[in-house]
């Protein structure tokens, strides 16, 4: 089937390819954001993460409530007492008497284990604050990077799926031409509309998930995320580094920020036992107090007898003999909680390799996966040529053509989502090891540039 209308289809499907690699206008690039600025506008906005801070400011505090059992503290004290005596026997006769009371106080702890031991957890108690934030910090450099990665993968979604529609619409107006000339049969025609439908639904799709996408993106930023730098096509990703599994998974083994976790819950574990076990250690304290009691009258001025002034300087030994057995199964219980913290702990040791490891390969085989894809896209646009010239000349039919631009089209989108995947898993990776900062966001934010809107 020789004829000219397949001239033109050759030259639109190969615009439309360019096409996914034009840059923006200078107006537009001047509006970009890149991940640097939503991560930016996510630290300062985020309510889970500040929810996180407000919790670690909170926590800073036991250690200077801890301390303040170990300080002296003063009490005051004022009273007023009216008396009223009476004799049983008629009621006739009665005493009363006023009496003003004042005294003041100084405790000072000499030997106090159970507060000591609390001071000590305390600060534990803290140190998992901080690390909680860390971790918090990580989630959220997580969850910004997946939820700006997924705004690029539906604009890449829809983005070629304009161009395949753009490559089909061409296909049907060649297949009707084709029918019109006698060249080509109705078939073409149905073939290349029904796919033109197909994409249409496709389209409709694709937009409402990058509504959802900017929506979760907004949620965390506090605003509709404008047009964002992507990620240029012929970007060369780098491998883990160092590239040994082993070294990852060392380091995760000891760094992971939830293995820390764990293993400072064991440590608190431990102090709760200690602090449990102080119940029966004697306590010293000094005690300084001084006072005074009078017979003066609380609403008259007439003083019946010399104002007191009592004072007294001494040390108290208190020893705790018997508490009905509530000691012993407090020990009991926290001596539990501390196997229970123990095994947590082996067990995010455990999970805490496994992510290094998936992750580690994430980043290998996504590599792989890259450059095999970048062959496969390479082929698939060869493919297309060819059967779009075989169709030209008519050794190839209109659903041959359809097929090699669904083929084409369906490659450059896997390609761009393994791109994103592959970028996902190295941060993965850092997190899993405890060693994910801004920096390496900021290495990410490298490989991004302006490119077109969808």
């Not at 803290?126 to 969850?143: I, N, P």
């Not at 619409?169 to 009707?176: K, S, Y």
Request: proline content about 4%; some cysteine.
């Amino acid at each position: 089937m020789k004829g000219t209308p397949w001239r033109p289809l050759l030259q639109a499907t190969l615009a439309t390819v360019a096409l996914l690699a034009c840059a923006l206008p200078a107006q537009a690039r001047q509006s970009t954001q890149d991940l640097m600025q939503v991560w930016e506008k996510a630290r300062q906005r985020d309510p889970i993460l500040a929810s996180t801070q407000a919790n670690r400011l909170a926590e800073q505090e036991r250690i200077p409530q801890a301390r303040a059992l170990l300080l002296p503290y003063v009490d005051a004290s004022v009273g007023g007492e009216h008396n009223d005596v009476r004799r049983l026997s008629g009621l006739n006769e009665s005493r009363s008497a006023q009496r003003a009371t004042w005294s003041l106080a100084l405790v000072q702890p000499i030997v106090d284990i159970g507060a000591w031991r609390t001071l000590e957890r305390s600060r534990y108690e803290a140190s998992y604050a901080d690390v909680g934030l860390a971790k918090a910090g990580q989630d959220a450099m997580l969850r910004v990077s997946q939820a700006y990665f997924n705004v690029l993968a539906a604009q890449d979604t829809l983005r070629t799926l304009a161009a395949q529609r753009s490559a089909i619409e061409t296909q049907l107006q060649a297949a009707q031409q084709g029918f019109e000339l006698g060249s080509a049969t109705i078939a073409d025609t149905y073939e290349a509309q029904a796919r033109l439908d197909l994409i249409k639904a496709s389209q409709l799709q694709a937009e409402n998930a990058l509504q959802i996408s900017e929506d979760l993106l907004a949620q965390i930023i506090n605003e509709r995320p404008g047009q964002l730098a992507q990620l240029a096509d012929k970007t060369s990703l780098p491998p883990p580094e160092p590239d040994r599994q082993d070294d990852w998974t060392e380091q995760a083994r000891q760094a992971n920020l939830s293995v820390l976790q764990a293993d400072l819950a064991a440590r608190i574990a431990e102090k709760r036992i200690e602090i449990a076990k102080s119940e029966h250690y004697p306590t010293v304290e000094l005690r300084a107090q001084t006072g005074s009691g009078s017979d003066r009258f609380l609403y008259q001025e007439q003083l019946r007898g010399p104002r007191p002034l009592n004072s007294s300087v001494g040390v108290t030994l208190s020893i705790p003999l018997f508490a009905g057995g509530g000691i012993s199964s407090v020990v009991r219980e926290q001596t539990s909680r501390l196997q229970a913290a123990r095994y947590d702990l082996e067990a995010a040791k455990r999970q805490a390799i496994q992510s290094t490891l998936e992750y580690f390969s994430g980043v290998t085989s996504g590599l792989a996966r890259i450059r095999a894809l970048e062959d496969a896209e390479r082929s698939s646009l060869a493919s297309l040529q060819a059967n779009q010239l075989g169709y030209e000349v008519g050794v190839r039919v209109n659903i041959d053509v359809l097929n090699a631009q669904q083929q084409l089209y369906e490659t450059q989108r896997n390609l761009a989502r393994a791109r994103y995947d592959t970028l996902m898993n190295g941060l993965r990776l850092k997190a899993s090891t405890g060693t994910l900062g801004e920096q390496d966001l900021l290495a990410v934010n490298r490989l991004l540039s302006a490119a077109p809107a969808p």
